[in-house]
């Protein structure tokens, strides 16, 4: 009976991993003027095929705010794991000891980014859907396989979408993971990014509108981006995101981070130590699936494209109450998110409704929240996602975006 087991879940995991290569197809066949910012880029389709995209570098010089970190790269694994402890021990004193105060970075980084619009028609210009992947993942997050893809969601509907490797991830750019990579960091480069969609300066596209839809750690970095640049986004879409931080401590526990170095060392041997990624596939698991809600395969996928987190983002995480965005926020999470509600969404009462008053004071009547059900921390890779992506798209539309 076990071994019948094993057999069948291998083969459904290679049925998925196994899925049609993304069809490439020639520049002739999109206007020329499409490419404009994109240094190298390549024309595929989307994972469902519902979309075209054109992927490739785009050169962001930023200038941010960070903060000086008293903190060296970590040694190894039990470097790692303390830095852990000591961060959710009872009268934790990390901050006081590791952070201190303002150090002013800058440069021109290299940020690996993908515009998509529907096969057969042309780029929406009213509208741009500005995804940011979390800790763990890159870009693909919002494209991981066919019928998981909220670009081919929104191709479907007739949208835009733009999303990108954070700095540090995949295959944008690694500076130093503890001094450089941060979530201030990480705001103004998306802030940049925005105002290249907004004013032509990526695919000779002037996008009206901009909705951030942001997972995890990305959904902190849109909470910054509505902070520091309100007038930047419409709309703001927050997936994996609460007002709790009860489940945090367990679910670190749990995925077991590690330097990415050894973790995965045919990937990520060339990464300093303050690179992080989940130590296992049971700590991916753990962290951001939920049983029975997804297909074993796609946990396989997770852990063999997994991303990495760095100290530094890890150290500057932070949830202002945002005082000066007035437009709508929609708060979409699996019901049994772990690391944001402890495996229950809806206890002690509704993590996701109670977001609008907690962060979003001034946010606009038309905000939203939804739970989708059997889902865990990564929503994207359950089977419920195409339900989170139509309560998304009918709360864009709602908002006449």
Not at 53 to 76: F, H, R, W, Y
Not at 181 to 204: C, F, K, M, P, Y
Not at 210 to 224: A, D
Request: hydrophobic letters at 40%.
């Amino acid at each position: 009976m076990r071994s019948s087991a094993i057999v069948a879940a291998l083969a459904l995991a290679t049925s998925v991993l196994a899925a049609p290569a993304k069809r490439t197809t020639a520049f002739a066949d999109i206007p020329v003027e499409y490419l404009k910012g994109f240094k190298n880029p390549i024309i595929e389709s989307s994972a469902g095929g519902k979309a075209l995209c054109i992927s490739g570098m785009i050169d962001v010089t930023v200038s941010a705010t960070n903060i000086l970190m008293k903190s060296q790269e970590p040694a190894n694994d039990i470097a790692v794991t303390e830095l852990l402890v000591e961060t959710f021990q009872i009268n934790s004193t990390v901050s006081e000891k590791l952070v201190g105060g303002p150090n002013s970075v800058n440069g021109t980084f290299g940020i690996y980014s993908k515009l998509c619009f529907p096969v057969g028609g042309s780029i929406n210009a009213t509208t741009v859907h500005f995804t940011i992947h979390g800790a763990g993942f890159g870009r693909e997050y919002w494209d991981f396989a066919p019928g998981y893809s909220y670009v081919d969601f929104a191709a479907e509907q007739g949208y835009t979408t733009f999303s990108y490797d954070r700095l540090g991830s995949a295959q944008s750019d690694h500076p130093d993971p503890i001094q450089i990579v941060q979530l201030n960091i990480q705001v103004s480069i998306a802030h940049e990014l925005i105002q290249s969609l907004r004013t032509g300066g990526i695919s000779d596209t002037a996008f009206e509108h901009v909705v951030g839809v942001g997972h995890s750690l990305g959904s902190f970095q849109t909470v910054g981006i509505t902070t520091r640049y309100p007038d930047d986004l419409d709309a703001a879409v927050l997936t994996g995101f609460s007002p709790s931080l009860a489940g945090i401590p367990v679910a670190f526990a749990g995925v077991n981070l590690a330097p990415a170095a050894g973790s995965q060392p045919l990937r990520f041997s060339s990464l300093a130590n303050g690179y992080l990624s989940s130590g296992d596939i049971h700590g991916t698991q753990f962290f951001f699936f939920r049983a029975p809600g997804f297909d074993p395969a796609l946990l396989d996928l997770a852990e063999m494209n997994k991303q990495t987190v760095t100290v530094g983002e890890f150290l500057t995480i932070a949830k202002p109450v945002v005082t000066n965005f007035t437009g709508p926020i929609d708060v979409v999470n699996g019901e049994s998110d772990f690391p944001n509600c402890s495996g229950n969404c809806s206890l002690p009462y509704n993590l996701a409704a109670a977001v609008k008053d907690a962060f979003y004071p001034l946010a606009s009547n038309g905000s939203s929240w939804y739970l989708a059900p059997l889902s865990g921390h990564g929503l994207n890779l359950h089977y419920s996602a195409p339900g989170a992506y139509e309560h998304i798209l009918d709360f864009v539309k709602r908002n006449g975006l």
